[in-house]
């Protein structure tokens, strides 16, 4: 709906990314949609929590650390997941299928280590 109503790419890095260094006239519609996914989540938690529930258990700091190790990938990526594995493959962009591939590789593969580091089985 972002692509066919406003010509834009709903990629959240890029959105998100232009609060971070904002335009004049452009900060609107940023603000609303980074506050409808945080309230979205929200009344998701709210309304049906066994839906958000995961079953990795990590402590706050690898948290964070894992979204600072993913805010760099983005960059490098020019864009994160829900920007090429969703929009930009259904243009059809060749960048996109690359970095999705990329992507869902080093994801699998990242999962796959820590498990079994930390002692698990796959």
Known sequence: MMLLFNGRIA???GIYGGLLRPVAGDIGWRVAFV??????????VLVAPELVAGSAHRSLVATAIAGVIVGFGT???????????????TRFSRRSLVATLTFMTTGFLTASLITLLAGGSL
């Open 11 to 13: 990629g959240i890095s």
């Open 35 to 44: 506050l409808g996914l945080l309230v979205g989540g929200g009344l998701l």
């Open 75 to 89: 960059r490098m990526g020019n864009g994160c997941t829900s920007g090429h594995g969703v929009c930009g493959l």
